[in-house]
């Protein structure tokens, strides 16, 4: 079956990105209690002037199975007029383990995070392309953990979209032969202008420790095609409000030139500033930067 991409998300006739609002960026707050994870679609929305948001699964894990939860969840964003885009899946098991006992339990884990994105209205979960061993040996493991949970995935209407987060995930080329692999129309990405360390797990960028890094914009420019979701990760801003270490003027023509006219998420992980201040800087740069490009 060739694999298609909803025209919705491409388009040439777009002024300025339509912008949503990643919950990572709120997760100092919300680990020290200062915010209630409930309250996400009220505070993006009144606080920030975002109304479309994208979950996190670790905020949430004793709740995964509650429908209930999540019928709550999708009145709250419906009384703000938010939009649920998708919730990022951590912490599930290694769906490219080498072990089939391992990678079918990590299918498994993985389903109640679809479940929970239809109810509350997602187009999307995002996961990792984690597993151990030879880069074949992975890259077969995760065609059949990959492709099975995109079966489930589009029984539901639920994408499973893949982020670069490290080792071989950050390996553009690899996720792009695997996806064209599993060859299913719900399979995507999720492209990060951080996280292409190769060398370690979860794959920031944000200093000179990483010993392996993937060419950032090839990296985003072949992930591109396939994105149902972009996520524009900041780390430390400058006097000026840009990012010294990553090349927004270039990342954002990348995905212009695409034509995609998804969402673009602020996903602030810097020092500098606080988290309000950096997710308002985050956005801030997205729009003047968008605006700029011809």
């Known amino acids: 079956m060739a694999m298609t991409l909803p025209l919705s998300l491409f388009s040439k006739d777009h002024a300025l990105p339509k912008i949503s609002l990643a919950q990572w960026s709120m997760n100092r707050a919300i680990r020290d209690g200062s915010v209630k994870a409930e309250d996400f679609a009220s505070i993006s929305k009144n606080q920030y002037g975002i109304n479309a948001i994208e979950l996190v699964n670790g905020f949430y894990l004793d709740k995964k199975s509650d429908m209930s939860y999540w019928a709550e969840m999708l009145r709250r964003s419906e009384d703000e007029g938010v939009e649920n885009l998708l919730i990022m899946v951590d912490a599930e098991g290694d769906l490219g383990s080498t072990k089939e006992s391992g990678r079918l339990k990590a299918v498994e884990n993985h389903y109640g995070w679809v479940d929970a994105a239809k109810k509350i209205n997602c187009h999307s979960i995002r996961v990792n392309a984690f597993g151990s061993g030879s880069r074949k040996k992975v890259k077969a493991a995760l065609v059949d953990g990959m492709g099975r ?49 190769t060398s370690e797990k979860w794959g920031g960028t944000r200093d000179d420790s990483c010993k392996k890094v993937y060419d950032i914009e090839k990296g985003v420019k072949e992930f591109m095609p396939f994105a149902k979701g972009v996520s524009a990760k900041t780390y430390d801003f400058d006097a000026d409000g840009n990012q010294p270490r990553l090349d927004y003027p270039a990342l954002l023509r990348i995905v212009k030139d695409t034509g995609y006219d998804g969402y673009i998420g602020v996903e602030y992980e810097g020092d500098n500033l606080s988290e309000p201040e950096g997710i308002m800087a985050t956005k801030k740069l997205i729009e003047r930067v968008w605006a700029g490009l011809e």
């Open 149 to 197: 949970l995109a079966e489930y995935g589009a029984k539901a209407g639920i994408n499973i979209l893949i982020e670069n987060h490290g080792l071989y995930s950050s390996e553009a080329d690899f996720v792009v032969e695997m996806i064209r692999e599993v060859d299913n129309p719900f399979m995507g990405t999720l492209p990060d202008f951080g996280n292409w360390c």
